[in-house]
């Protein structure tokens, strides 16, 4: 008879006797580790979240009539214990002195939100803030809120031009260029013809430009000097002290979207991460379709086919610690095998005449994912082959004694069987490629990579090209960008980007082993 | 009498496809078993020459000190030396240092908290709770390195520079709050007491834990201005000679920690959870209470099983490369200090394999730092998987006799 | 599947040189005619932005043009230049000696440096050290433990050089050994000598900048482009005047740590460069080019100086309004 453990027995009558401290600090040892899971997620979730939302523009007054507009953001104590100061983001970096001021607390004379402040997100020198004085437009000179107001009309306007600009270059220019380059021997009146044709597209290129050109803003930064900024340069403008909460939520959801689907700017401080989300999908896409089938095989072989003697159990053990092997060692074999080994043969035999600057001889795409595909592998075996042992002897006899062979059984019973299986180990698999950064360091990564893998160019898929990551971004922004406080922001909605996905993918295979194990089981045990 | 169907063309061929599957299946099985060795035959092939007796062979000794300026024996790792063709310099023994110390302080924050909160989950909680917790603390292992090393490096270690007195408050003030809730706990009417009972006691801690680090945080300058005359820091440097480093390797240690916790709490629950249900239950009858059927009963037996989870620890911990890299200053000392940076054989490799020239002195030095690793991580697990294996079939033997 | 993927990749190359040979020998239309296509550069990661941003402004002049970039590094750049896979090499350090032969050997002729902008080197504290100025040997004696410039003894805390606001000791905080900035720092500064053990050694420069403005009692040495408001720029003296890494003393040469910015140029003598590469040369060379470089935090060239290089490239000289 199973005796309910030390649940609830007696408990009304007798009194328990006391555990002592080391039971309390065991118990807060639990408490304590999921109180540190739980504050790194908070604070990923509030700093990575709270950078989108359009945060209010102070204007200070120094005692010394010093005028500074900006967004503060850290306080600390000053050295001497006396005070604090606070850093300001003044952004204008065209100003020439810098994007950032400390200012002694005690020095302020006056701190307001004006409403007629703003913020204008430009292509060239970062972040604006000041005032709109007025806007010159086709000859027109607008000043107050009707300044504002034909400056919202031109910036759509503009959007539109851009996009209709970057739709003809992507749709119709790149294309012509690349047939043209693809069947150069046709004759010469198509040549001519394609060459009347270029010439065409490119002048509808440059007047879609031309008309992007005019407009001019007058705007006056803090210390109450004008400076013109043309339009065209501006890609988005907003007053935080004068939007309503609806309209700052709005306005956070575009620039989340934005950091979703946009690429870097600035050096990886500004913009979105769109190449490396795209990067990060493409490795791992890539590694699940070379892992799986091996690792299945592998886990079928040890499981169903070998012999079940003293060397599987020490094959099993042996493939068990790989997933405990660090994964820089992977990096490393990656490296030196991959890249080294066979891309430089690859560059040999085939691409001998663009030696000696690599194709295959250095990271890409490619070795990238097989180098996490051996990392994943101990991950794939173990997984499936838990799944395996899970099946019941008497299903496999049952469909071998109707009269199937073992190649049957396996396809047709087997494996339909361990699917879940496989998939939570693909599932952990994929988890764990996602965050891994120190071997891709070695074999293919690349801080900014101007080519994406996949293009409209023959052949579209571009195994041997470098690749952004997401977990690389995070390192990269957080030590190689031009400013790191900069880069803060981005860093942090990066890294919570980069969680999420992988909590989910967790989440994903925790439920589904869940799920397993009460259909199936505790696993038969060899 | 033979089977009538083997005459059967169609099963012929059926067992002709099976034959060639097993083939297959057997072909590729092995082939990546044999990969998965030659890792280990790649790393030993490339290091091998740098042994060998010739132009660029070093001998043994000078992989651990070579004589510096001053002609004294030192330990400097200055690859770029190398290259230039100037006296080597190339002391493998400060990463070794490095890698050791930054391991060293992961398992001294990660043994108590993943021991405890094994311990606690496999004797005291309801099993609903656990089937929750479990998963939890999977998710800690998880979290990728890169954004632990992030958090360490950039956030949480100048914050503990700036704020060394908060941090150590926090340190010194939960486990003592622990103990007095410990002994305060039974003085509470017994409503309470059942209400806010041990068994549940890893949820309805958080709040309070939360609550103590806070306080623990606002009571710092107070005790600071008592004691240390405003600045801890200051005072830790006139009176130990010691210089806290905002990147060093207790931060590295903590979030090495947190990253090794999960894997050593589920071996060690494991372990503890295949010790036999009927011994600790005899213990119980015979009135233990249950740390005393955990430290006399149950530990005794389950150490193997948690002795490997720390070696698996361990092994973790030797290996991790990103959080040393962002959180470690990098620098490669050989000091004892936990104060000051240091730097491991892994952030080494990811930082210089890829600009060292291919079959040069400096990437086979780097190869055999990666063989080093590869080498100590796979006998730590081995011998890890071994104990465990054993004691399973210990446990399953003691089961059969019961 | 890759094997395929190789195959095409080169029948697309081969097609493509093809393509190039073709319209090289076709006579094309006398009218004013817009280039089209690729422009290969290999090389720099410290140029890489730059690079970008010359890519992007070229494209809005002219339409279709892709500039195709491969960022590995600065050593990359010779063996791409000397192979002919690109005419165009941004280093962000010096051709060497052996890489210059191997070109001309290559080649029959010499490579073309360009000179696109400045890089410097400062020295940072942080914002709240009053620390105004070091000379040479000082310099040497805080960072290194080899003192090559001359200096008698280490210096290893702040009163020894007779401040006495960040007391104790001084932090060391620097690059790893295989970035440029390393190289460089340690060539010019330590005089060839070697780093003390206890320098913090990040990954980037920007870290470096962190941690020295997390830091009260800690110096650093960063690439210009990275100061920002939590550090200071300490002046290098030189006998009795600073030197400050200001635009005139990097462009006169008096700031010691200076590096340039260079593209090479795989160009033979008396050819003009092909009009992709020579419109996008045209365009880095001009006030608009060097706006960007000056954006992003660098050094532009003077108007002296970007007329001697356009002169040396047979690029026409600026009209006076574009000046």
Not at chain 1, 92 to 99: E, K, L, Q, S
Not at chain 2, 376 to 390: G, K, P
Not at chain 3, 195 to 213: I, P, Y
Request: glycine share 8%; proline share 6%; net charge neutral.
């Amino acid at each position: 008879m199973k005796i309910p453990g030390h649940t609830a027995v007696g408990s009304k009558t007798l009194r328990r006797p006391h555990e002592g401290p080391w039971a309390w600090l065991a118990a807060a040892s639990v408490a304590l580790s999921v109180l540190m899971l739980g504050a790194l997620i908070v604070l990923l979730s509030v700093k990575g979240l709270a950078n989108f939302w359009p945060s209010t523009l102070h204007e200070v007054i120094l005692d010394d009539g010093d005028t500074v507009i900006g967004v503060p953001f850290e306080q600390r104590t000053l050295p001497g214990g006396e005070g604090v100061e606070r850093r300001y983001w003044i952004a204008n970096r065209d100003d020439g002195g810098g994007i950032w001021r400390w200012l002694s607390v005690p020095r302020l004379a006056s701190d307001q939100t004006p409403d007629d402040l703003v913020v204008l997100e430009r292509r060239h020198w970062g972040t604006f803030f000041g005032r709109l004085v007025a806007v010159r437009l086709e000859g027109e000179r607008l000043t107050g809120e009707a300044a504002w107001l034909a400056m919202e009309q031109r910036l759509k306007e503009l959007d539109a031009l851009r996009q209709a600009r970057q739709q003809l270059t992507r749709d119709d220019i790149l294309p012509l260029i690349r047939r043209m380059e693809r069947e150069p021997s046709s004759s010469e009146t198509q040549h001519r013809l394609d060459d009347r044709q270029l010439q065409a597209l490119q002048a509808r290129a440059k007047e879609l430009r031309r008309l992007q050109q005019g407009g001019v803003l007058v705007l006056e930064n803090s210390q109450g000097q004008r400076q013109e900024q043309p339009l065209e340069e501006v890609l988005d403008a907003w007053r935080p002290n004068a939007m309503a909460w609806y309209e700052k939520l709005g306005h956070w959801g575009g620039e989340l979207w934005q950091f979703l689907s946009e690429g870097p700017r600035d050096a990886n401080t500004a913009g979105g991460v769109w190449p490396a989300i795209f990067g990060t999908i493409l490795m791992v896409l890539l590694m699940s379709v070379l892992v799986t089938p091996f690792g299945v095989l592998a886990a079928v072989y040890l499981n169903e086919v070998a012999h079940q003697g003293r060397l599987t159990r020490l094959v099993r053990i042996g493939v068990r610690n790989l997933a405990g092997v660090p994964s820089i060692v992977y990096g490393v074999f990656g490296l030196g095998v991959f890249v080294y080994g066979i891309g430089g043969s690859i560059d040999r035999w085939f691409f001998d005449s663009s030696l000696p600057s690599p194709t295959f001889g250095t990271g890409g795409l490619l070795w990238a994912s097989l180098t996490l595909a051996l990392l994943t592998l101990p991950v794939v075996i173990v997984a499936t082959e838990e799944g395996l042992s899970r099946i019941p002897l008497h299903q496999r006899e049952g469909a071998l004694a109707l009269g199937a062979t073992r190649f049957e059984t396996l396809t047709r019973v087997v494996l339909p069987m361990a699917m879940p299986a496989m998939l939570t180990g693909l599932i952990l698999a994929v988890a764990r490629a996602a965050g891994e950064v120190a071997p891709l360091m070695l074999v293919g990564v690349a801080k900014l990579a101007p080519q994406v893998p996949v293009d409209g160019e023959f052949p579209f898929l571009h195994l041997e090209r470098k690749f952004m990551h997401l977990g690389y971004h995070i390192y990269d922004a957080a030590f190689h960008s031009s400013d790191v406080q900069a880069a803060m922001p981005l860093v942090y909605a990066t890294a919570l980007l980069l969680v999420v996905v992988i909590l989910v993918l967790n989440l994903t295979a925790i439920f589904m082993r869940h799920y397993l194990r009460k259909r199936h089981g505790a696993p038969v045990r060899r | 009498m033979s089977d009538p169907t083997s005459t059967n063309p169609l099963y012929r061929s059926r067992q002709r496809r099976d034959r060639l599957a097993t083939l297959l299946i057997t072909a590729g099985g092995i082939g990546v078993l044999l990969t998965v060795i030659a890792i280990a035959v790649f790393l030993l092939v490339e290091v091998v020459p740098l042994f060998w007796p010739g132009a660029d062979g070093m001998s043994l000794s000078a992989l651990w000190s070579a004589p510096g300026t001053s002609g004294e024996a030192e330990f400097r790792w200055l690859p770029h030396r190398l290259e230039e063709g100037v006296v080597a310099q190339a002391s493998l023994a400060p990463l070794l240092w490095g890698t050791l110390e930054a391991a060293i302080w992961a398992l001294i924050v990660a043994i108590p908290l993943a021991l405890g909160a094994a311990a606690h989950s496999s004797l005291y909680m309801t099993p609903g709770l656990r089937a929750r917790m479990k998963p939890t603390l999977e998710l800690m292992e998880a979290m990728p390195s890169v954004v632990l090393g992030f958090i360490a490096g950039l956030v949480l270690g100048p914050w503990v520079e700036r704020h060394l007195a908060e941090a150590v408050s926090v340190v010194l003030l939960l486990p003592l709050a622990m103990i007095t809730l410990a002994l305060g706990h039974r003085r509470l009417p017994v409503p309470v007491q059942r209400y806010l009972s041990l068994n549940s006691a890893a949820l309805w801690l958080l709040p309070c834990l939360l609550l103590l680090v806070l306080a623990a945080v606002q009571l710092a300058p107070l005790w600071e201005s008592w004691w240390f005359a405003g600045d801890l820091r200051e005072w830790v440097e006139q009176r130990w000679g010691l210089d806290v480093q905002a990147r060093n390797a207790m931060i590295v240690g903590l979030a090495m920690g947190f990253a090794v916790i999960p894997g050593i709490y589920a071996l060690a629950e494991d372990a503890l959870s295949d010790v036999p249900r009927n011994l600790a239950e005899g213990a119980q009858a015979m009135g233990a209470t249950r740390w005393q059927t955990l430290t006399r009963v149950m530990l005794p037996i389950a150490l193997p099983g948690i002795f490997s989870a720390i070696m698996i620890g361990a092994g973790r911990a030797v290996g991790e490369t990103m959080i040393v890299l962002m959180a470690s200053g990098n620098s490669a000392l050989m000091t004892a200090t936990p104060l000051d940076g240091l730097r491991s054989l892994a952030s080494s490799i990811a930082i210089e394999l890829p600009e060292a020239a291919p079959g040069g002195t400096h990437y086979r030095l780097l190869l055999l730092a990666a063989l080093a690793l590869f080498l100590f991580t796979f006998l730590m697990n081995t011998l890890a998987e071994l104990v465990r294996a054993r004691l399973r079939q210990r446990f399953r033997r003691s089961r059969g006799d019961t | 599947m890759s094997s395929v993927s190789h195959f095409a990749a080169t029948s697309r190359r081969i097609v493509m040189l093809l393509w190039l040979g073709w319209v090289a020998w076709l006579p094309l239309p006398a009218t004013a005619h817009d280039v089209a296509g690729a422009l290969n550069a290999v090389g720099s990661d410290t140029m890489a932005e730059l690079m970008l941003r010359w890519g992007e402004q070229f494209e809005e002049q002219r339409p279709g043009v892709r500039l195709q970039l491969q960022v590995a590094g600065s050593a990359s750049a010779p063996p791409a230049l000397i192979a002919g896979t690109t005419l165009l090499g941004p280093m962000s350090r010096p051709m060497q000696d052996d890489e210059k032969a191997a070109f001309a050997a290559r080649h029959g002729y010499a490579v073309t440096p360009v000179v696109v902008g400045k890089d410097a080197l400062v020295v940072v504290v942080n914002r709240h050290n009053p620390l105004e100025r070091l000379n040479r040997q000082q310099l040497d004696a805080i960072f290194s433990d080899t003192l090559a410039c001359g200096a008698e003894e280490s210096i290893d805390h702040w009163q020894q050089l007779g401040l006495d606001d960040p007391q104790g000791s001084i932090h060391l905080y620097g690059r790893n050994a295989v970035s440029g900035t390393h190289g460089l720092f340690r060539r010019r500064a330590l005089c060839d000598g070697e780093f003390k053990v206890s320098v913090t050694v990040s990954a980037g420069s920007a870290a470096v900048v962190a941690a020295v403005g997390d830091d009260p009692r800690g110096i650093g040495y960063v690439g210009l482009n990275h100061l920002n408001a939590d550090v200071r720029e300490v002046a290098i003296a030189d006998g009795q005047r600073d030197v400050r890494p200001e635009r005139q003393a990097l462009r006169d040469g008096d700031y010691p740590l200076v590096r340039d910015l260079l593209i090479y140029v795989n160009r033979p003598p008396e050819t003009p460069l092909p009009e992709v590469e020579r419109a996008f040369l045209d365009m880095v060379l001009s006030p608009s080019g060097q706006r960007v470089v000056k954006e992003l935090g660098f050094v532009a060239l003077s108007p002296s100086a970007l007329m001697a290089q356009r002169r040396a490239l047979g690029l026409p000289a600026l009209a006076r309004e574009e000046r």
